[in-house]
Nanobody, 124 residues
Framework: QVQLVESGGGLVQAGDSLKLSCAASGRTFSIYGAGWFRQAPGKAREYVAAISRSGYGTNYADSVKGRFTISRNNAKNTVYLEMNSLKPEDMAVYYC?????????????????WGQGTQVTVSS
């Protein structure tokens, strides 16, 4: 079991940057792959980025590639999502998730552990 708590969301203007954090507790976090998903009002939850257990492997949705960076510090049991050049369409609740799968996964059903989410609001 692992518990996840996101932080770092807030209100920013288009073009600004924001860095989200996801703190894990419970079992050793390094045995889990991690990912970020987001959900805007009235829309389905969508994949944003994922990172392997070691942190050497990453993957991004096309919509955020080149603007967002996922990273992790296993010594601190934390995963990060650095978001640059934010756009109004990035506005959503962002969720951190963990999976016991070895490979990088982009589907939400592969993740068994979820945080409560953190709101990111981007004004134009």
């Amino acid at each position: 079991q692992v518990q996840l708590v996101e932080s770092g969301g807030g209100l920013v203007q288009a073009g600004d940057s924001l860095k989200l954090s996801c703190a894990a507790s419970g079992r050793t976090f390094s045995i889990y792959g991690a990912g970020w998903f987001r959900q805007a009002p009235g829309k389905a939850r969508e994949y944003v980025a994922a990172i392997s257990r070691s942190g050497y492997g990453t993957n991004y949705a096309d919509s955020v590639k080149g603007r967002f960076t996922i990273s992790r510090n296993n010594a601190k049991n934390t995963v990060y999502l650095e978001m640059n050049s934010l756009k109004p369409e990035d506005m959503a609740v962002y969720y951190c998730a963990a999976t016991s799968r070895e490979e990088i996964v982009v589907v939400s059903t592969a993740y068994g552990y979820w945080g409560q989410g953190t709101q990111v609001t981007v004004s134009s």
